[in-house]
């Protein structure tokens, strides 16, 4: 990654661009430029074939005003301790914004986790969690799942925290399989989320979501939810998704005129994301470039891979025809483009809106865990759909009246809570 898109600079931008309009205090800005505290600290792990693997890992936690530290640990080959700490510090915003009581974090380990066996993934997790479970806990940060760790890793994390603490502590990490201490609707939560804000952008912007078309980056857990949920939901039309293919080590897009089947390409995708283009070929879908989702004609694109995707360069090539970008990514958008966007009055619902269904879902399973009684997926989604759409509401009146862009908003209602929040604990 270079300079310009330096994950953790472009969060410190887009903090320091908010925290001048907001008139924020030096020293309070100091305070939350930068992480509260960092462990990094390398795993060894013994594999399959008797041999010792030595793997860097990141925990960083950026700040605890309004409660625990909340965030994902990702498994990526190129992670970054600055790529850690800028999806921290949106993990502050973003608890802030969804109007939850945790803080912000993030790990990561760099690692292909597609090249390791399932035993060799066990002990990498178990090893991770050896390194950082002093400093973590229900009261005190709790992880979760993000690209590369899944429903089954967190199985283990929490696994080895439990007996490690020396108690079954469910709590410690969210996103746990259901059945293992995991909320139902936790899967599509972050997919679903971002359905909820579209819905809710479309009915200010007067768009009828039926008549709508829509272009995904990506084909994860993200965007396979964003996908189903924009055709099951709104009844609007996904006309291709993106994906990285593990195997050819590039990018394609996966396209039907008349609309993707998001159900059908979900069971020829496998857990990394890569689909099956053969079998996808064979049912009538059009491969082609990873770029062109971009060039699309479509009402909405929907970016939900990685971060970055949207640059000085790229968004020349965003078509007219475009009202709004849902960004499902965590920072798909650099601040170049930002301001390409608004010119263009581009309709952006930011990141740590746009994206906070699965660390709302989250927190409620960290209230099932404490509570030990759990709810069903109805009342889970319905919960899901009142905090987002209050969210959005609260962002979207931030932004008229203020008369700014929705990122810009986004960002003066976190940074009023967590600043609020330290104010009242004495902090600052
Ligand atoms: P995932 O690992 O399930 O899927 C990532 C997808 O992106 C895969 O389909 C992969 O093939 C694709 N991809 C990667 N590089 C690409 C490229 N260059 N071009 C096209 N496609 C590419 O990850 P996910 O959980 O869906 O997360 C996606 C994004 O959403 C990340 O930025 C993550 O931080 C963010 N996010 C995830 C959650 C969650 O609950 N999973 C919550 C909030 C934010």
Request: hydrophobic share 40%; with cysteine.
């Amino acid at each position: 990654m270079n300079e310009t898109t330096n994950a953790f600079k472009m969060a410190q931008q887009q903090f320091d661009h908010v925290a001048e309009q907001l008139r924020l205090d030096p020293q309070v800005r100091e305070f939350l430029r930068w992480p509260m505290r960092e462990f990094h600290f390398r795993i060894p792990v013994r594999m399959d074939d008797g041999s010792m693997k030595m793997f860097e890992g990141f925990r960083v936690q950026h700040n605890d005003a309004r409660g625990p530290c909340k965030g994902g640990i990702r498994f990526h080959p190129s992670e970054t301790v600055d790529t850690v700490r800028a999806l921290a510090t949106w993990m502050t915003w973003k608890c802030a914004v969804a109007d939850i009581p945790l803080g912000g974090a993030k790990g990561g380990v760099i690692v292909d986790p597609a090249t390791l066996k399932l035993s060799e993934k066990e002990r990498l997790c178990r090893g991770y969690m050896q390194k950082v479970w002093r400093s973590i806990g229900p009261r005190r940060d709790v992880p979760a799942p993000d690209v590369g760790t899944t429903p089954q890793m967190m199985g283990w994390m929490m696994d080895e925290y439990s007996k490690l603490a020396g108690e079954y502590t469910p709590g410690v990490i969210t996103g746990k399989p259901v059945g293992g201490g995991g909320s139902q609707g936790r899967t599509e939560a972050t997919g679903y989320g971002v359905v909820y804000n579209l819905r809710e952008a479309m009915l200010r912007l007067k768009m009828d979501p039926s008549k709508c078309t829509a272009a995904i980056q990506g084909f994860g857990n993200v965007a396979q939810y964003a996908a189903i949920g924009f055709k099951e939901l709104l009844k609007g039309k996904v006309v291709c998704v993106s994906y990285w293919d593990r195997f050819d080590r590039t990018s394609y897009v996966v396209s039907k005129d008349d609309g993707v089947d998001a159900i059908f390409l979900q069971s020829i995708t496998d857990q990394y994301g890569t689909i099956d283009k053969e079998k996808a070929k064979a049912a009538g879908y059009k491969i082609e470039d990873g770029s062109v989702w971009l060039q699309k004609d479509v009402d909405v694109l929907i970016p939900a891979a990685i971060e970055g995707q949207i640059n000085a360069e790229t968004v020349l090539q965003i078509s007219d025809k475009v009202r709004i970008v849902a960004e499902g990514a965590n920072g798909p958008t650099t601040p170049e483009a930002d301001e390409v966007l608004k010119n263009n009055n581009v309709f952006v619902i930011p990141d740590f809106l746009c994206n906070a269904g699965g660390v709302t879902v989250s927190y409620f399973e960290g209230v099932q865990n404490d509570m030990n009684f759990y709810w069903t997926r109805r009342e889970v989604l319905e919960r899901l759909d009142d905090k987002i759409t209050e969210a959005f509401k609260s962002v979207y009146e931030m932004s008229e009246g203020e008369k700014v862009f929705m990122r810009d908003a986004a960002y003066m209602v976190a940074i009023n809570r967590v600043v609020n929040a330290m104010q009242l604990r004495g902090w600052i």
